[in-house]
């Protein structure tokens, strides 16, 4: 039985529902912000990621954003942006930005639904692991160019192979 079996009877629901049926069917804390928008907490190998979906009808784009808290030396901040381009090249789901004003690393994604499409739960969930598998991939890329003075490019070894797992 498929999971959109399993957790849902209609076709017509919310995105942010099905968000909510699928953070209770993984145990995730969240919390319904607003009928809009979810954030939940989801625990990585590394860290808890904080995640942070909302829906917006005006563009009919589901939005995800998944963070952690970083906050880099200032004199380490040119080789964490190299970093970040070089992560950026290899993934293509999302992409990864450091907003320094809020202390965060971010991976942000969007899911198109325009026309009244409706994205299945099985959809939903691929996108969310696939953001916290990109953190857990690329998080100790960040600490080696952040913290250890390592170059980019060698920081970014530990993040050659894939990360395999599920969120």
């Excluded at 939005?63 to 992560?87: A, H, K, Q, S, V």
């Excluded at 939903?124 to 960040?142: G, K, N, T």
Aim: aromatic fraction near 12%; proline fraction near 4%.
């Amino acid at each position: 039985m498929s999971l959109s079996e399993n957790h849902y009877s209609s076709d017509d629901l919310h995105p942010i529902d099905i968000v909510e049926t699928l953070a209770e069917s993984h145990a995730w804390e969240f919390d319904r912000v607003t009928e809009d928008q979810i954030a939940m907490a989801v625990e990585g190998q590394w860290r808890t990621y904080s995640l942070t979906l909302a829906w917006s009808a005006q563009d009919e784009t589901l939005r995800l954003i998944c963070t952690f808290e970083m906050e880099p030396p200032e004199n380490r901040m040119g080789p964490l942006y190299d970093l970040l381009n070089r992560c950026n090249d290899m993934v293509w789901t999302g992409a990864f930005t450091y907003w320094a004003e809020q202390k965060l690393m971010v991976w942000r994604y969007g899911l198109l639904l325009s026309g009244g499409q409706i994205a299945a739960p099985e959809q939903i969930d691929d996108m969310i692991s696939s953001a916290v598998l990109a953190a857990e991939r690329f998080y100790p890329a960040f600490q080696l160019v952040t913290w250890g003075d390592r170059s980019p490019a060698d920081s970014l070894k530990v993040a050659i192979a894939e990360a395999y797992g599920r969120a």
